[in-house]
């Protein structure tokens, strides 16, 4: 089936820095997802991607919908302790309407 | 975007005995999605469910394992059946929506 290569698996940074990741996937995406997962939650959608080559904000996340259609990145500035969480990507795959996520990246921030 | 009420947000079960997690959408949605995220790993779709019809499970997920209910367009089920250790995990149900899709709090499973 479908596969979203996330990486880094896991990150660990100091506050105030910036954080990038990004998924990759072997075969076309009309949509990328980004989602957040705090302890004990469900994923919150953070971000939505719908047109090759778009680059959307939300507030100091910022993430753009690859131009091959095949990947995506997701980035953080000027990180903060309640940034900590799991960053999921996700897309539907074309023939269907579920969504496949990508592996997450796990986000520790030191204040 | 849609508001999902899901429970319970946890439990604590004997294994051999089976645990009904519910879904309650505030909208009418005609799909409903149940997934599953084991420790420390990403989500799983175990099946789509929609209303009227029998649900549809993936690869390695089936009927007598995790059945599904899914009565109107508001409301679904999901029964973790025989349980053992192995079925802990969080259980998730989630819906799409105009600009994503929406994920309830989950259900956190643990089987002893």
């Known amino acids: 089936g479908q596969q979203l290569n996330q990486s880094p698996q896991s990150m660990f940074i100091q506050e105030g820095e910036d954080v990038s990741m990004n998924c990759t996937s072997s075969?076309?995406?009309?949509?990328w997802l980004w989602y957040k997962q705090d302890p004990g939650e469900g994923p919150v959608l953070l971000i939505a991607l719908y047109k090759a080559g778009e680059l959307t904000s939300n507030g100091r996340l910022t993430a753009q919908f690859g131009i091959t259609r095949k990947d995506s990145f997701l980035n953080i500035s000027a990180s903060i302790p309640s940034d900590v969480g799991i960053y999921f990507c996700a897309g539907p795959p074309n023939a269907g309407n579920m969504l496949t996520f990508g592996g997450g990246t796990r986000l520790m921030v030191k204040p | 975007s849609a508001v999902i009420s899901q429970k319970p947000s946890r439990d604590i079960c004997q294994r051999g005995t089976s645990l009904t997690i519910q879904c309650q959408v505030d909208s009418q949605v005609t799909m409903m999605f149940w997934y599953r995220q084991q420790p420390g790993q990403s989500l799983t779709l175990i099946a789509t469910a929609n209303q009227g019809s029998e649900a549809t499970y993936e690869s390695g997920f089936v009927i007598d394992k995790f059945p599904i209910s899914r009565p109107n367009l508001t409301f679904s089920t999901l029964t973790v059946s025989n349980m053992s250790p192995e079925d802990s995990s969080i259980y998730l149900c989630s819906v799409p929506g105009l600009y994503g899709y929406t994920f309830g709090s989950g259900t956190r499973l643990t089987v002893v």
């Open positions: 075969s076309i995406f009309n949509t």
